[in-house]
């Protein structure tokens, strides 16, 4: 499965609010770099809206209003919720030379060589990100000009925004603000431009499984 937008059913499910923090943030970045996905979740929050409208008051209780504020005192601090909604993107802010969008500028701060970079392989780096935690891994990736990844298909869910370079793969061209969806339907092994390095913001529910003899050896030791 590959598209280089947010599938529509996503772009829905971030304007209801009922998409988790790490996908929140994918969504909301992509909108940063991406005019018609922005629009598009701004049409969906217009009908929410209208909906809204026409609906019937219901008439409260007298113990309403005390049962609310005792709701609202027991809700946790908004940097710990663990399914923190992000809000809509603002225009990118430089970062490092990065335009990154300023909803993804709050997490990684200002400075992206500060962050602790781990090596992958060879020209291949990644950070996780603290965002909520329900199993899901949220992670940056710098790949260096012309490196590719080992061929290999998904657990579960992979959801990866490009935020600067290109990379290429059996499906096609993923470019700064393209999405591309994979799941364990897909078998693929992307490789940079050599224009440039390539910066991406990846989501995923389960590790990657590496295909070939090699790749399932290493398998084990692969972590999520």
Not at 22 to 49: F, I
Not at 111 to 119: M, N, R, S, T
């Amino acid at each position: 499965m590959t598209v280089s937008r947010v599938p529509e059913e996503m772009l829905l499910a971030y304007a209801t609010g009922a998409l988790n923090e790490p996908l929140s943030l994918v969504v909301a970045s992509h909108m940063a770099l991406n005019p018609e996905s922005r629009v598009e979740v701004e049409e969906y929050e217009t009908v929410g809206g209208a909906l809204l409208e026409q609906l019937e008051p219901a008439a409260l209780s007298d113990s309403a209003l005390e049962r609310t504020l005792d709701l609202i005192r027991l809700l946790p601090d908004e940097a710990s919720a663990p399914n923190q909604q992000i809000c809509a993107p603002v225009k990118p802010q430089p970062v490092d030379g990065i335009a990154l969008p300023s909803v993804l500028r709050d997490y990684v701060g200002p400075d992206l060589d500060a962050l602790p970079w781990k090596p992958v392989l060879r020209g291949v780096e990644e950070v996780d990100l603290r965002l909520s935690n329900d199993g899901t891994r949220t992670r940056l990736m710098r790949i260096s000009p012309g490196v590719g990844a080992p061929r290999h298909t998904h657990g579960g869910l992979e959801v990866t925004l490009v935020l600067e370079g290109a990379y290429r793969d059996a499906s096609g061209r993923f470019a700064r603000g393209d999405v591309q969806v994979a799941d364990g339907s897909m078998e693929h092994a992307p490789v940079a431009e050599a224009g440039g390095m390539c910066l991406c913001l990846v989501v995923s529910d389960a590790p990657i499984r590496l295909t070939g003899f090699l790749g399932r050896l290493i398998n084990p030791f692969i972590r999520h």
